[in-house]
């Protein structure tokens, strides 16, 4: 019998490196690599494309059912697809409920098999108020559980004190799941944002400047320290979401001996600088905030060197009045940014190995979180492809985005490396720019 689709003359990113290769697939799952011996139904010609595995983000704010005018399934998932992802882990919060019982995961993942293109699994919350809920969310199929150490900004998902976050690690230590924690110190982004407010300017053009001093790197390195600690006690696997400093990067580093820890850095600290956020203004918001030249250059040396297990977006979108408060104080923390994950990495300078790129924005996040034939281009393996031109550079416009409101910070950054077609288990789900087909998402749980 023929296979069902044949994908011809392109250059395959795989684990042991780059392959010039053709790659069949048939019922949703990469058969082989190279010419097969039976015929295809369909084919596709990728004739100078780079085909790399579709981009895993555990780090998406989709904020269905509660708040899906700021962002929904449907939308978020779209831009994802359109930059060359195909399956994301959405956080627990900015949804009302949030994922703090089974009654609210049961409600988001019947949201999300509705309308998401593209495969998903979800985080529970750990919050003072839900510690008894831990088990029943395992059970249902939860990745891990996400904590904030400082106020969340929504007011139904509170921040987990220290007792809270022991007792969260203990009891996720027994179910074998991961703690995400969101790590800044509380008192000092209080006490600081207190001390610049009346120092500094909330309004105007220097605004962000009085926005970044508010939460100091020490605001994030401590609370890293905190939570490192925390794990090493209690044996959980931690993971540390969104690191904004080169030094707490580095200080996970000294951990590893004696804690399964991971940590994830997002394009717009490896990309934007502070002086970037005071050209931008509002859309560039966001908890930690985005720093200097000198820390954008470290961590771009720290993604080279291997010290982040991979990059996500924390695609956390807003409608457009939430950003245009003259308080900067009162303005919302998200950086909408799911679409241009994969181009973003692509085209750092210099440019990392295409393999450290697959690793940072696939394979390594769909193993951490227990993705089951996610994130590796492979016999065996989901068909979840990215066909990317590499040599395609092109300004990012509004018109070009498909997330609800289109506030990205990157509108007017011009890339190199576009992503063309992108395939969910064989089945295309974006074309030259466009969201195709009908919703194909599936709700993963983790594997053993």
Known sequence: MPIDLLIRGGTLVTPDGTIQADLAIDQGTIVALGDPSDAARDEIDATGLHIFPGVVDP???FNEPGRTEWEGFATGSAALAVGGGTT??????????????????DVKAAAGQARSGCDFALWGGLTPTNLDQLEALADRGVIGFKAFMCDSGIDDFLRADDDTLLKGMERAASLGLPIAVHAENQELAVGMTRRVR????TQGPSAMTTWTASRPPL??????NRALLFARHTGCKLHLVHLSTAYAVELVETF???VDVTCETCPHYLTLTLSDTLRIGPNAKCAPPIRTDANRDALQELARQGGFDFIASDHSPSPSGLKASRDIFDVWGGIAGVQSTLSAVLSLDPPLPLTQVARLTATHAARRFGLAGKGVIAPGFDADLALVDLHRTFTLT????????????YIGRTFTGLPIRTLLRGHTI????????????RLITPSA
């Open 398 to 409: 509004r018109d070009m985005l498909l997330d609800r409101h289109r506030l990205s910070p």
């Open 59 to 61: 780090h998406v704010h």
């Open 88 to 105: 994301f882990i959405d956080m627990p919060l900015n949804s009302t409920p949030p994922v703090l019982t089974v009654e609210a995961f």
């Open 430 to 441: 974006a074309l030259d720019g466009e969201a195709v087909g009908h919703p194909l998402g």
């Open 256 to 258: 590893r001996p004696d």
């Open 219 to 224: 605001c994030e390195i401590d609370a890293v």
């Open 198 to 201: 009346g120092e500094l300017a």
